[in-house]
């Protein structure tokens, strides 16, 4: 497609171009690349507000077409009109069901709910409130016109926004490189030079900012129907409970109000002004501002379902769609939102330059990297370790969508202490391998030192069954205890069994009862969800098995429910409570197993009743100074952000890149890969420091005894300028036997 040469002299040719630029780059670098797929060309027209058919696709996108520059994109912008009151009378009339001419709380609420991401009643109520002028609570068409325009504008502001960031953060990159390269130029050994600079740019450079994770889809998509908005114990006592669901938020990750950087080996002051309430109310309560999508960008956002509902053509909310992705990239993505159910109701912490590994020769051409790596272990516990201070928690991975979820911890230690945590995998009741899935720690800062490093440490040795440990010393203060499993062993399951386990029986009298294979499941699922292994569930325990299984926190006349409905002991559920509950669930459904389902897929079973998507560990903390330590979970969700807008990989790519060894991609000045090893696995991480994306293939198939985190040891990768990217996480298929990581790497 060729550039048209007269331009259209409509209305402020330059704010067009301007918006549509912003448009492009909230999807790529610079204006330079290309569209090379009729699905990104899609999504670049959806970041303007259009949603086109496949038809209106396939004129611009026909069978000859390999790419399309910015300039094509923004000829088929101004051929294609965004969103007219044509198109958001159809959509109003498809979402009035009945055809009063208003769009309804249950209306609005059944549209977000059949299609993508789920929504309570009270997160729709509030969506519907910010719009709702007369205070009916229900839209007409103007108010319904008004969400979603406000939405669109929104949009485009924080486009705008991108732009201007990309813009200076890319002026700011020529400046540098242009320091560097007089420096360059000062240096006689131009090789060593580049070598070098492979291991010490890292701390200096600033990194192009790259998009974050899209948030995980509702996990509700895997059942066999769509979530219904009342708890099973609500059912019964709706009027009771009924009132509270407006005021119930989410929770939101307490990384996002972590403080400026300091030195984590300077001695932290203890804070002893503030109270013991204080502290637990921290614990327990601080996360409960909202950082789902709705909080962060206006609860019109949701409306990206209603396309799907009412056709291609019409492009209602493609804005809140990109919007939701702008604030992924501006660091304020939101975690994944649980599943809609009823509600039942190394070693080294020092940052000195010697400690970096130095660059390693040169390889040839005709070789490829080889990593030779023993079956031996090592783990070294102190030897007066039953003198020292023993904090302990269970906690579980999660595999959703592809997206790994586990509980995270709060660790505050009021006193200067030597510390050893230890991690590893509870029981396999998963049909899993026999080896152990591995279950690392990374310790982290609760703010960057003045370095801007937020690791402190994490485990590379564990023993032979599995146990991971990390010893180091830690200055008085709050740190982050961030569990972590490479996926190598711990994947996402292929297929589901089209058989379905029995979960709910009619006894003689005709009243539903849970199986016995069911009610053992139930056993483990409170085994588990019992962190502090004291035998009962706690409040705050049956809070996170809730948001986990539900996403809704338990409010205080849900918990009355509980105590009304079961016996506990002294304030916390027994065992044979929490059957107790599930079986009332059962009979209150009238044998419908739906959200029974939905709590075994939440907590990670198959239908088999076999737990293959889900981890519990076990994680022992020891202090040798310290007598009141405290270890607190906090969430059980995806990794936050953090300062600087830092991603969990961000962070322990650097910590692999200074602990591993350095190889220069050959072709490349300014492309390294690093090859981290430890007792578990291997690690590989691409370093690009140029401008430009680089498409990099690796082989790794001639790799002797490993598998993977990927299901092929062949992959392409694309690496944006300026960020690192780890290619693959390796270790031994069989743990008896020697194995060997071989990778080599081609410049696509």
């Not at 198109?87 to 549209?111: P, Q």
């Amino acid at each position: 497609m060729s550039r048209r040469s007269s331009r259209s002299s409509t209305m402020d040719q330059g704010e067009f171009i301007l918006e549509c630029k912003a448009a492009y780059l909230s999807m790529f670098d610079s204006i330079k690349e290309k569209i090379e797929s009729q699905d990104s060309l899609l999504e670049a027209l959806q970041q303007t507000g259009r949603n086109p058919s496949v038809k209106v696709l396939k004129k611009y996108w026909t069978n000859d077409t390999d790419e399309l520059s910015f300039d094509d994109f923004v000829d088929i912008c101004r051929k294609e009109p965004v969103t007219t009151s044509d198109d958001l009378m159809k959509a109003f009339r498809k979402i009035d069901i009945n055809g009063d001419g208003y769009i309804s709380l249950e209306e609005l609420h059944k549209i977000l709910t059949s299609k993508g991401e789920k929504k309570s009643k009270s997160e729709v109520k509030t969506m519907i409130d910010e719009v709702d002028e007369n205070r009916d609570g229900r839209l007409d068409y103007k108010e319904f016109c008004k969400m979603v325009m406000s939405t669109t504008e929104e949009s485009k502001k924080m486009q705008r926004k991108m732009m201007e960031r990309k813009e200076k953060k890319k002026k700011q990159e020529i400046e540098r490189r242009e320091k560097e390269a007089n420096k360059e130029n000062k240096d006689d050994d131009d090789d060593d030079e580049i070598d070098e600079e492979c291991v010490t740019a890292r701390s200096g450079s600033a990194r192009s900012e790259r998009p974050k994770p899209s948030p995980r889809k509702s996990m509700s998509e895997t059942t066999t129907s769509q979530a219904k908005d009342v708890s099973p114990l609500r059912t019964s006592f709706k009027e009771k409970t009924e009132d509270i669901s407006g005021s119930r938020t989410s929770l939101q990750s307490k990384d996002d109000v972590l403080l400026t950087s300091r030195r984590s080996s300077r001695s932290q002051t203890k804070d002893s002004s503030r109270s013991k309430k204080e502290k637990d109310r921290e614990g327990l309560c601080s996360s409960r501002l909202s950082n789902s999508p709705d909080k962060l960008m206006g609860s019109n956002s949701t409306l990206q379902n209603v396309p799907d509902v009412i056709g291609s053509n019409v492009s209602l909310t493609s804005a809140s769609g990109l919007m939701a992705k702008n604030l992924r990239q501006n660091g304020e993505g939101s975690p994944p939102i649980p599943a809609q159910r009823k509600s039942l109701l190394h070693t080294a912490s020092s940052s000195d330059p010697d400690d970096l590994p130095r660059p390693s020769p040169r390889v040839k051409k005709d070789k490829s990297r080889q990593s030779s790596v023993s079956r031996s272990h090592k783990l070294d516990e102190p030897k007066n370790l039953r003198e020292w201070t023993h904090t302990k928690s269970k906690g579980s991975f999660f595999m959703e969508d592809g997206s790994l979820i586990c509980h995270q911890y709060d660790f505050n230690l009021p006193d200067d202490s030597k510390i050893w945590i230890t991690m590893q995998p509870q029981k396999a009741s998963r049909g899993m391998d026999s080896n152990p899935v591995d279950t690392s720690v990374f310790i982290l800062r609760d703010r960057p030192d003045e370095d801007g490093n937020l690791l402190v440490a994490f485990t590379e040795h564990r023993d032979g069954r599995g146990k991971y440990g990390v010893s180091c010393d830690l200055s008085a203060g709050k740190y982050y205890i961030m569990p972590y499993t490479t996926g190598c062993r711990f994947k996402s399951r292929k297929s589901e069994s089209e058989k379905e386990a029995k979960l709910v029986s009619q006894d003689k009298g005709g009243k539903y009862v849970i199986t016995k294979a069911f009610r053992k499941v139930l056993e483990d699922i409170f085994d588990y969800s019992d962190l502090d292994g004291n035998g009962f569930m706690s409040r705050k325990e049956f809070n996170l098995f809730n948001i986990r299984t539900s996403g809704e926190e338990v409010a205080d006349e849900e918990w009355q429910v509980v105590e009304d409905r079961i016996d506990l002991e002294d304030g916390e559920i027994t065992k044979a409570g929490f059957l107790q509950l599930n079986e009332l669930e059962a009979e209150d459904s009238e044998g419908d197993t739906e959200d029974l389902w939905t709590t075994l897929v939440s907590m990670g079973y198959n239908k088999q009743l076999i737990m293959d998507q889900a981890c519990p560990f076990q994680l022992d903390v020891y202090t040798e100074d310290c007598d009141d330590a405290e270890l607190d979970v906090v969430r059980v969700d995806s990794y936050p952000t953090y300062p600087g807008d830092l991603s969990f990989d961000d962070i322990i790519s650097k910590s692999f890149i200074k602990h591993g060894e350095i190889s220069r991609v050959k072709g490349m000045k300014d492309l390294c890969m690093y090859t981290y090893k430890n007792d578990g696995w291997a690690s590989l991480v691409l370093d690009n420091k140029s401008h430009t994306r680089v498409r990099v293939e690796l082989d790794c198939s001639r790799s002797e005894n490993v598998i993977s985190n990927h299901d092929s040891l062949q992959r392409t990768l694309r690496v944006d300028p300026g960020s690192t990217l780890i290619a693959y996480h390796l270790m031994p298929e069989d743990e008896d036997r020697d194995w060997q990581v071989k990778c080599t790497e081609t410049i696509r």
